[in-house]
């Protein structure tokens, strides 16, 4: 299961690296794509900060399900903007999510019970 992790990770970082690269570069397309939804570019910035961040972070010892929950989260507003604004297939979103959730599922060891014992 640690290659499964390694090549999860993997993907998500070559993914989101090159997304919120893209956002906060600038590019063309990213700045557009804001504009539609309305919410103005800070959010662009703010989104493509959070994206690189937590790619960074899937490589921190320990920080593997925290990273993935906030690319997950950012996935799941990715779908709603694809589905209620944007229009084009949320396809890939909801692909990244998923994988997501794997990465998540693998390190769920993690995971603090509310009594501080670690789950398996």
């Given at each position: 299961?640690?290659?499964?992790?390694?090549?999860?990770?993997?993907?998500?970082?070559?993914?989101?690296?090159?997304?919120?690269?893209?956002?906060?570069?600038?590019?063309e397309?990213?700045?557009?794509?804001?504009?539609?939804?309305?919410?103005?570019?800070?959010?662009?910035?703010?989104?493509?900060?959070?994206?690189v961040?937590?790619?960074?972070?899937?490589?921190?010892?320990?920080?593997?399900?925290?990273?993935?929950?906030?690319?997950?989260?950012?996935?799941?507003?990715?779908?709603?903007?694809?589905?209620?604004?944007?229009?084009?297939?949320?396809?890939?979103?909801?692909?990244l999510?998923?994988?997501?959730?794997?990465?998540?599922?693998?390190?769920?060891?993690?995971?603090?019970?509310?009594?501080?014992?670690?789950?398996?």
């Amino acid at each position: 299961m640690k290659y499964v992790s390694l090549g999860l990770r993997g993907l998500l970082t070559l993914a989101f690296v090159a997304a919120g690269g893209a956002k906060l570069a600038g590019v063309e397309m990213m700045v557009g794509t804001y504009d539609a939804i309305g919410v103005g570019q800070w959010f662009r910035y703010l989104t493509g900060a959070l994206e690189v961040g937590a790619a960074i972070l899937l490589w921190l010892p320990g920080k593997q399900v925290l990273a993935a929950a906030l690319l997950g989260a950012t996935m799941v507003g990715a779908v709603l903007a694809h589905l209620f604004i944007l229009g084009p297939s949320a396809v890939p979103a909801v692909v990244l999510g998923l994988i997501c959730i794997a990465v998540i599922y693998l390190h769920r060891d993690q995971i603090a019970d509310p009594l501080g014992r670690a789950t398996a």
